[in-house]
């Protein structure tokens, strides 16, 4: 029965799943964008940075050095606005130094002068300068000084020299990070080609870079500018590399450490780094800027950050010889707020905080039949049957939504739910047919302590701990996928502790302060790790992969493999442990994540599902939780993981405190200001439902069924314990294939397969035009009118009544075919299940 697809009935029913079955909240709205901010002239003072007030000079040292200065104006509001280049600066003596029109610094020769800022309503601000170190200079040091220059100019990016291979002959250390190595192979190695200190213009590094010879990354540099200066000059001086006893950076910050921008504002940015024998040093033009948020501001290579149109909080990351530190703006959109809903908890306060702060008024909260829908789908992955919506709209009791959020939190579905979830991340799957008792083992096993409401630090401990064999011990399966040193580490880092440590098994973690020794001090904590086969079943099966986990006695330590030192056991941040040879190291690993002011581990748990909840983390990705890339609310993050610490880890207090929250219950359709917030939480945040929820969610709505292997009959899509034996519908959909730890697995983008699957695939209208389908018992009663059986069908579908303009649509067309009313009740289920309403939790 393809009639649905064919002929003139087609933009009959395309209408009937039209405007009328869309929720307005994902359709465009006008929003009152608050307009480019333009410099005021009603300043009561300037002042002068990156120090100021705190230092009564700026020092430059040495030729090389350089001194970027931003202005700011202070309003008499007290606000503080970048003036960097909407000023006027004055040098008294440019013998001594020189100053650009956007504020940097070039000294010239030693000397004390006075750089003088005038605004443009005349208020005026000076700071002495004093430049030393030019008559006698200092050699220049390859690993302080040259090697930026490569990291800068990307020369040492993965994508060109940087690579394992190198490129074209030429190899350097990714992101100079081994400056050592990259010594050698510039200065030592291609017999000499690429530098000649007795004429440094003609060295193959100079001419490649400006473009004289040929270059495959293009023309980088200009003979007259600051890196061609210092590369020369560097050359001249007969390559000096320095000594270990050289000054290494620190650390380094950048100034202002955070303001508050208007949108489309700009805010100059200097970045200080401080050395080993506590000098500092500007080494703005020479840092590398990003930003977290690229929809919200944008950096150019000079520090100079620009806001666009989004309201809400971004992080300016400055990297710089390996060390890293961030700028914060927070870009209000300056709406005042008469009225916020109710704070209920801590949840509310730090939301409702952060929305005042940004006058970004909220949605309000949510409707009843909303919500039902909404928090069924979130914590049982199914929505409510038609007879629980009708109780629940009905009921007048005022508590009526806790207590709905509790039985569900208690329900077997819920485990269901979260099994599912952490089912794929843990990686349990079957790879092979023998495999399916320790996956099933595994499954149930998971499954129970989500039930039971295991604390998660036991949860956690038991799976990284484990030992045995599956049949005793389930939790050992982890290690059937997770089976060597470097995935346990990666894996475990990623899961538990929010952190993608991947990068620092070859090198320095480019956007955070973690090394190869962080790398293998953690990988030490599993060296002790033992196989074997099992004391029973299967033994010497060819492919039996499930083994038997041991500790194997003896000095746990973990080879850098580049500096080539065995390291010790050592947590992220600490010392190293000393443990005897007889103690599994995996348990003091443990004892470590359990402890009450571990700054990672219930961060990382609260932020993964933060956003299962709201569809985006507080921190985003939602592993990914470093210096660089902070806290849309930090208040929220702090709060929620401590809440969740004091309650003893409950997963299950966490839901019920989420859930409570009124800034989980607010509606999803945006008002006049906040259709543009991404990441504030002013509204729900509308999100596909997943693979497993569909399917299940679709054959509840058509009252059809769907047999999946090795389960039983009235198994759901979300009780598959083996992704890799799901039908089709799940792959389409994006169901993950618990291939990696990280949840970017499950695909939540749509695309054509997935419209085509719904719109017409023969398992889609097989369900719907069966003989016991929902459309054919609709059809058959005749006890009731028309009207009663939309209104079931609404409830089925969108846990809500129909709108009187959706009745009357629906009426009508059944009225049409009223000589085949199950054709008609087929159209109409088709309709509705190619919405957004009901293809979106919103």
């Known amino acids: 029965m393809d009639f649905r697809f064919k002929g003139s009935r087609m933009p009959q029913i395309l209408m009937l799943c039209g405007v009328m079955f869309l929720i307005s909240g994902f359709g465009a709205t006008n929003v009152l964008g608050a307009p480019a901010a333009n410099v005021p002239a009603d300043f009561k003072e300037i002042q002068i940075g990156p120090h100021p007030g705190e230092k009564e000079l700026l020092l430059l040292r040495g030729p090389d050095s350089r001194q970027q200065v931003f202005v700011t104006g202070v309003l008499a509001s007290g606000k503080l606005q970048d003036l960097t280049r909407n000023v006027t600066y004055a040098i008294t003596n440019q013998n001594i130094a020189t100053i650009s029109s956007d504020g940097y610094i070039t000294p010239h020769n030693d000397g004390q002068t006075q750089l003088t800022v005038t605004a443009k309503n005349g208020k005026k601000a000076s700071i002495p300068i004093s430049v030393q170190g030019i008559a006698s200079p200092e050699a220049i040091n390859f690993k302080n000084q040259v090697v930026p220059i490569f990291t800068k100019l990307t020369c040492n990016s993965g994508g060109c020299h940087g690579k394992a291979s190198g490129q074209n002959g030429f190899k350097l250390s990714l992101l100079g990070f081994y400056p050592e190595d990259d010594y050698e192979f510039l200065v030592k190695e291609g017999r000499g080609r690429r530098l000649f200190p007795t004429s440094p213009a003609e060295s193959l590094l100079l001419m490649k870079g400006t473009g004289v010879t040929p270059h495959g990354g293009g023309k980088l540099i200009k003979s007259d500018s600051y890196e061609y200066r210092l590369l020369y000059r560097w050359i001249e001086q007969g390559m000096p590399y320095g000594s270990d006893q050289d000054r290494t950076v620190a650390s380094i910050e950048c100034f202002p450490q955070s303001r508050t921008m208007g949108q489309e504002a700009e805010q100059q940015i200097s970045v200080i780094a401080t050395y080993s024998d506590g000098s500092t040093e500007d080494v703005t033009r020479m840092a590398l800027f990003e930003a977290n948020d690229t929809e919200m501001a944008e950096v150019n290579k000079t520090g100079l950050v620009k806001t666009l149109n989004l309201s809400g909080e971004v992080a300016i990351m400055a990297r710089y010889q390996g060390q890293v530190s961030t700028f914060r703006a927070t870009i209000p959109l300056g709406v005042t707020i008469a009225n916020l809903p109710k704070s209920r908890n801590l949840i509310d306060e730090a939301v409702f905080n952060k929305l005042k702060v940004l006058g970004i008024p909220p949605s309000p909260v949510s409707d009843d039949a909303t919500f039902m829908r909404r928090v069924y789908i979130d914590i049982t992955g199914s929505t409510p049957t038609e007879d629980e919506v009708k109780v629940f709209l009905a009921d007048k009791d005022p508590v009526k939504r806790d207590k709905l959020i509790d039985r569900l939190i208690d329900s077997p579905a819920y485990a269901d739910y979260f099994a599912n979830k952490w089912n794929m991340v843990l990686r349990n799957k079957k790879l092979q047919p023998i495999d399916i008792a320790g996956t099933n083992a595994f499954y149930k096993w998971i499954w129970n302590s989500l039930y039971e409401n295991k604390p998660y630090n036991e949860f956690v401990g038991e799976i990284l701990s484990a030992s045995g064999e599956y049949r005793q011990n389930p939790a050992v399966v982890w290690y059937r996928e997770v089976n060597t040193v470097e995935e346990q580490v990666e894996d475990t880092a990623q899961l538990f502790l929010g952190l993608r440590i991947q990068c620092a098994r070859c090198h320095h973690h480019p956007f955070e302060k973690w090394s190869q020794n962080d790398y293998y001090g953690l990988a030490a904590f599993f060296s002790r790790v033992g196989t074997k086969d099992p004391s029973s079943g299967p033994i010497g099966t060819r492919g039996f992969r499930d083994k038997r986990i041991f500790h194997k006695e003896g000095t746990a330590t973990a080879k850098n493999i580049r500096s080539g030192e065995n390291l010790k056991p050592t947590a992220l941040g600490m010392e190293p442990f000393e ?87 607010l509606s999803s359709l945006p ?154 009740y087929e159209d109409i289920i088709w309709a509705l299940i190619n919405t957004k309403e009901f293809l979106f939790n919103h």
């Open 579 to 665: 443990l005897s040879p007889e103690r599994d190291p995996r348990v003091a690993l443990v004892q470590w994540l359990s402890r009450t002011d571990n700054p990672f581990f219930a961060k990382a748990l609260v932020n993964r599902y933060w956003k299962h909840f709201f569809g985006r983390g507080i921190v985003e990705p939602e592993d990914d939780m470093r210096a660089t890339n902070p806290p849309a609310n930090p208040e929220l993050l702090d709060g929620l993981s401590k809440h969740f610490v004091e309650s003893g880890f409950d997963l299950k207090e966490l839901v019920r405190a989420i859930c409570r929250s009124n800034a989980y219950q």
């Open 671 to 824: 008002n006049e200001h906040n259709l543009k917030d991404k990441q504030n939480f002013s509204r729900y945040y509308p999100k596909r439902l997943t693979a497993e929820v569909l399917y299940d969610v679709f054959h509840q709505v058509t009252n059809s069924t769907q047999r999946f292997s090795g389960l039983p009959a009235e198994a759901k899509a979300i009780q598959i314990t083996d992704a890799t034996s799901a039908p089709y519908f799940l792959k389409v959909f994006g169901q993950p294939q618990a291939d990696t730890a990280c949840e970017c697995e499950r695909s939540q983008s749509a695309n054509l397969a997935q419209s085509l699957h719904l719109l017409n695939s023969k398992e889609v209208q097989d369900k719907i035009t069966n003989g016991s389908s929902r459309a054919a018992t609709l059809a058959k009663d005749t006890k009731r009118s028309n009207e009663e059986k939309i209104q079931e069908l609404y409830r089925w579908v969108y846990s809500r009544a129909p709108q009187e303009q959706e009745m009357k649509f629906a009426l009508s067309y059944i009225e049409k075919h009223k000589a085949k009313p199950q054709i008609a």
